[in-house]
T-cell receptor
Framework: DVKVTQSSRYLVKRTGEKVFLECVQD?????MFWYRQDPGLGLRLIYF???????EKGDIPEGYSVSREKKERFSLILESASTNQTSMYLC???????????FGSGTRLTVV | KQEVTQIPAALSVPEGENLVLNCSFT??????LQWFRQDPGKGLTSLLL?????REQTSGRLNASLDKSSGRSTLYIAASQPGDSATYLC???????????FGRGTSLIVHP
């Protein structure tokens, strides 16, 4: 069964810490995405990548960066975590023709 | 820009009822439309994907239809069960883009 795996289900970090969220897919997908999901706001796109070492800003990139050194791995980085970054983070991947999206199980990040 | 709306935001039905969830989109040049299920605190699970050349897709008790001319997709759930309780999201991808636009979801409760 094809999968998108997010390394942590739950994370608790302190304000100001540098935080890494990891996402790995085993489907050889070119496109990868990072979303955050908050009650009442739905899914919001943070960053996406359509190829190794390529990245594009989504709707809310401020306070985040990403890294894609290998095709299967897409990392989201919070340079200096803040309490307003407490959220559910979801990773997804797809083929170039957008033939459907596969999501990971999510990471619930709490910044205290 | 594609906009996706899901009405109602919440729905509560008795077990055994057949029900329809609605998804409306503004851009008729839609490339595909995908329905997802999300359980509390979890990631998104793909249910059905309809390509623009298709009218509907079926999986078990689920049937999704796509009408590009009216800008609507519906997810039909037959003989609902308490285990169907979850949030259902639709996402549309317009031609020329590989970024899906998500609705806010319909929260479904099926009570025994």
């Amino acid at each position: 069964d094809v999968k998108v795996t997010q390394s942590s289900r739950y994370l608790v970090k302190r304000t100001g810490e540098k935080v890494f969220l990891e996402c790995v897919q085993d489907m050889d997908h070119e496109n990868m995405f990072w979303y955050r999901q908050d009650p009442g706001l739905g899914l919001r796109l943070i960053y996406f990548s359509y190829d190794v070492k390529m990245k594009e800003k989504g709707d809310i990139p401020e306070g985040y960066s990403v890294s894609r050194e290998k095709k299967e791995r897409f990392s989201l980085i919070l340079e200096s975590a803040s309490t307003n970054q407490t959220s559910m983070y979801l990773c997804a991947s797809s083929l170039p023709n957008s033939y459907g999206y596969t999501f990971g199980s999510g990471t619930r990040l709490t910044v205290v | 820009k594609q906009e996706v709306t899901q009405i109602p935001a919440a729905l509560s039905v008795p077990e055994g009822e057949n029900l329809v969830l609605n998804c409306s989109f503004t851009d008729s040049a839609i490339y595909n439309l995908q329905w997802f299920r999300q359980d509390p605190g979890k990631g998104l699970t793909s249910l059905l994907l309809i390509q623009s050349s298709q009218r509907e897709q079926t999986s078990g008790r689920l049937n999704a239809s796509l009408d590009k001319s009216s800008g609507r997709s519906t997810l039909y759930i037959a003989a609902s069960q308490p285990g169907d309780s979850a949030t259902y999201l639709c996402a549309g991808t317009s031609g020329g883009s590989y970024i899906p636009t998500f609705g806010r979801g319909t929260s479904l409760i099926v009570h025994p």
